[in-house]
Structure formats: structure tokens, C-alpha cells
T-cell receptor
Framework: DAGVTQSPTHLIKTRGQQVTLRCSPK?????VSWYQQALGQGPQFIFQ???????QRGNFPDRFSGHQFPNYSSELNVNALLLGDSALYLC?????????????FGDGTRLSIL | GENVEQHPSTLSVQEGDSAVIKCTYS??????FPWYKQELGKRPQLIID?????GEKKDQRIAVTLNKTAKHFSLHITETQPEDSAVYFC?????????????FGSGTKLNVKP
């Protein structure tokens, strides 16, 4: 039973570029949440997708957008990259209809902006 | 929205001693509280969780307590071992429509000295 998988593992971009990160949820999960984790900080909620729509959003600008596909996998897109976007981006999956259940995290994508 | 505060930010204990990490939350509608352990460069791993209808939960050397009235919950690790060294995050999630949105504390770096 595969857990949450993310790709790529590492990515280096320059300011102003655009990036797409990918996530496949744990088998049986239908909800995907994305988090940004800066060095030495806790994960910050970016947004959440289920039924192919953005359902919740944290305090992130519109440069951050996403998508969920019919197979529940998801993408996080970031446009006009800034130095401050350098962070570990974590994807977490869960089952929407199972309240009080944990999220399962992927290994993350380490994004570095030069 | 919810605000989760976590203390201390760093904790150093001698092997065999106990460690306690405390979190407070602001939203009385929060009803699920997981704890994650994150080793350097790895994904957050769920180590224990507690639901709002329970005051305490134990799993071997790890226990979590919840005080709904005071809106705080704590992680207790007994007989600490060097492999317990990591960053620990608490989180809170409210019930209802927003039930899949987690709010994380800022983390506690635990160092267990051999």
C-alpha cells in the first residue's frame, strides 16, 4: 500500500520563474492538502482539494494555485517565484468523510529559489 | 481562525528523563489533536492523536493529555532515548465543514543527551 508520494524531491528555480509540484495521495484517500514549511517552522496550510475543487485556503497569495485530478492526485503551482518561496512543500492526504482522522504526509519537495 | 501555540521551542533532556511539550489552541470547535515527529529531512510522522471526547491517551512511552476547558493539550514522553531527538509538532483541527484543515504549532526541537 503506497503512501503519499511527491515529486520532484528537490527543485532549484530562479526568481520570477514558475514551478509545478505533484502529489499522489495514499490509496483510499480523496483529499489532498498542501503545506509550506520554512526552515525551523511548522507547516503552514496553503490549500486543500477534494472533488477536484479548492475547498479551503490559507493565507497565501494568488500566485499559489492548484489542481486535483479525477484520480485524486494533485498539483501545486507557484508563479512569479520569490526568494521567500524557498521552503519544503508538503502534501498530506486524508479521507474527507472520516472526521477526526489523521493526515498522512509525503516526503515533500525541497524548493530553492536563487 | 484557529491559533495553535507550542512551548517550549527547544527542550534538552538527559536520556531516561521525561519530556513534556505543551500546546494551546484558541478555537473551541477544534476536536482532533494529532502530534507529529519530524526528523531532519524527513516527513512529519504521526506519533499519537487524541479526540475531544477523551482526556488522555497512552501508547507505550508516549502519552497525550487534553484539557478542553483550558484549551490545551500536552505530549509526554517517558524514559527518553536518543532516537527520540527530533522536532515535534502539535496540531488542531476543528469539526464541521472545515474539518480537514489543520493548524500546526511552531514546533519543539527535542534533544535527548546520551
Amino acid at each position: 500500500d503506497a503512501g503519499v508520494t511527491q515529486s520532484p524531491t528537490h527543485l532549484i528555480k530562479t526568481r520570477g520563474q514558475q514551478v509545478t509540484l505533484r502529489c499522489s495521495p495514499k490509496s483510499g484517500h480523496d483529499t489532498v492538502s498542501w503545506y509550506q514549511q520554512a526552515l525551523g517552522q511548522g507547516p503552514q496550510f496553503i490549500f486543500q482539494y477534494y472533488e477536484e475543487e479548492e475547498r479551503q485556503r490559507g493565507n497565501f497569495p494568488d500566485r499559489f494555485s492548484g489542481h486535483q485530478f479525477p484520480n485524486y492526485s494533485s498539483e501545486l503551482n507557484v508563479n512569479a517565484l520569490l526568494l521567500g518561496d524557498s521552503a519544503l512543500y508538503l502534501c498530506a492526504s486524508s479521507v474527507r468523510t472520516s472526521a477526526q482522522q489523521p493526515q498522512h504526509f509525503g516526503d515533500g519537495t525541497r524548493l530553492s529559489i536563487l | 481562525g484557529e491559533n495553535v501555540e507550542q512551548h517550549p521551542s527547544t527542550l534538552s533532556v538527559q536520556e531516561g528523563d521525561s519530556a513534556v511539550i505543551k500546546c494551546t489552541y484558541s478555537d473551541s470547535a477544534s476536536n482532533y489533536f494529532p502530534w507529529y515527529k519530524q526528523e531532519l529531512g524527513k516527513r512529519p510522522q504521526l506519533i499519537i492523536d487524541i479526540r475531544s471526547n477523551v482526556g488522555e491517551k497512552k501508547d507505550q512511552r508516549i502519552a497525550v493529555t487534553l484539557n478542553k476547558t483550558a484549551k490545551h493539550f500536552s505530549l509526554h514522553i517517558t524514559e527518553t532515548q536518543p532516537e527520540d531527538s527530533a522536532v515535534y509538532f502539535c496540531a488542531a483541527r476543528r469539526g464541521g465543514y472545515n474539518f480537514n484543515k489543520f493548524y500546526f504549532g511552531s514546533g519543539t526541537k527535542l534533544n535527548v543527551k546520551p
